[in-house]
């Protein structure tokens, strides 16, 4: 989507619709605009729409469409609320065949600043653009569509930087959709090639060979069931201080999930070509941060590997060797993206960085304590974790902290080798899963733990988004990583 400002006002756009957002009854445009406020109070004498979250209304205008776009009741209100309703109107406007829109640059909305509110919005609406449908044989092509923030703005960063993120979550979206059979560890490292390559990262791929030769036995014994070899991809941002410790960024990359020889059961396992999702928030956040030119180098570790219970698959009661030589009981092999973030944690560890942040799709625990309205964070460093969970409430991403106690560590300790990948207690799940991986990381580099198991991809369709990957993480993440100095 082409996202560009005008200083005239919205009633003078020639354009094929108007957003209006509202919060409840109270529509948000800024002061102004007279006519369109007193033509939309007419409107709504006779519409259901009620402002609810997510809810949508089009009316004739004007010559031009108007599209209302609900954020919900102030009391329950976050940011997220603000991009979806932007994805939601513009995927309304597509559907009724509408192609150029129209919003304020400014909005009445208490605590969100200008600068937030054209990077939701701008990105919410490119978001909105965005529809699956590789493998239909009736599906259109999209036309290309554009949005226009109108009334004065004194800094185009933020819709500068709206664009960029949006490109990059369409653009990503398309390999996390994929089904296992298509996005297999090569693929997602070709890809992940070809992106570097045009965003200006650097990027080298660890093959079975080299991971062997390297020690990393725990994403090579998840694979080992496979036809398909494991891939360690690693992007580089170099920045603008190359000499300064570099933010990594480590992402969960199972293309998918059978469970291994603990085979899942065989409802909803189709689910599991999402298991990926945390490498590709990573690639997302990479895409945006390389489109973004942020000043502070980061590094992406993915770690991809395909979980399948073949004749030479792992099983259980076997013990593995992880990179840096701690041994580990696989007691459960679906149980196996901690196996494959070991390994990635400790090559991170190996580049010095200021800090380490992961993100998995890791414990089926986080959706029984969180549902799908935020993610679990936990780590060593409350700085850290205070940091992204601030910068993903402003994001739209919401994290909710888990504690890391020492009895959670203990929980981990196996009979026979260094840790199990699985608990004693079979309680907190996803605590239990974090204290395993923070013994990979050495006590002086800050790191945080994210779990997305609950909000990595949407089984069913939003008025913002059909079912598919939500690529939850990178947008926090891209926010906190340039705010770093």
Known sequence: MKISTSPSAISDQKKDAVIVFFQGS??????????LKKEIVTLLKKSAFKGLAGQTALFPWN??????????????????????????????????????????????LKGLS?????????????????????????????????????????????????????????????????????AHPEKIADWAKAMAKESGLTCQIMGKAELEKKGCDGILSVARGSARDARMIILKHKGSDPKAKPIVLVGKTVTFDSGGISLKPGKGMGWMKYDKCGGMAVLTAMQMIARMKVKVPVIGILGAAENMPGSRATRPGDIITAYKGKTVEVLNTDA???????????????????????????????????????????GNDQKLVNELIENGA????????????????????????????????????????????????????????????GTAWLESSKPHQAPGATLFGARLLARWISSQG
């Open 26 to 35: 109270e529509n948000l445009l800024p002061a102004g605009d007279a006519a």
């Open 336 to 378: 196996e993206g901690r196996l494959v973030l070991m390994d990635a944690l400790g090559l991170a560890a190996d580049m010095k960085p200021r800090a380490i942040v992961d993100l998995a799709t890791l414990t089926g625990a986080c959706i029984v304590a969180l549902g799908s309205s935020a993610a679990a964070i936990l």
């Open 394 to 453: 402003t994001a739209g991403e919401r994290l909710w902290q888990l504690p890391l106690y020492n009895d959670y560590t203990e929980d981990m300790k196996s009979d026979f080798a260094d840790l199990a990948n699985l608990s004693k207690s079979g309680g907190a799940g996803t605590a239990t899963a974090a204290a395993f991986l923070q013994e990979f990381v050495p006590k002086d580099i800050p790191w945080a733990h994210l779990d997305i198991a």
């Open 114 to 182: 200008e600068a937030d509110h054209q990077l939701l919005v701008g990105r919410g609406a490119a978001w909105g653009t965005y529809a699956f449908s590789a493998f239909k044989s009736d599906a259109k092509k999209v036309p290309a569509t554009s949005l226009v923030f109108c009334g004065a703005i004194k800094d185009r960063s933020a819709v500068g930087a709206a664009e960029a993120q949006g490109a990059a979550l369409v653009d990503t979206a398309n390999l996390a959709n994929l089904p296992g059979n298509e």
């Open 63 to 108: 010559g031009k469409q108007l599209i209302l776009a609900g954020v919900g009741a102030a009391e329950h209100f976050h940011n997220g609320l603000l991009e979806q309703a932007a994805a939601a109107a513009v995927k309304a406007g597509v559907a009724a065949g509408l192609k150029s829109f129209v919003v304020s640059s400014t909005i009445k």
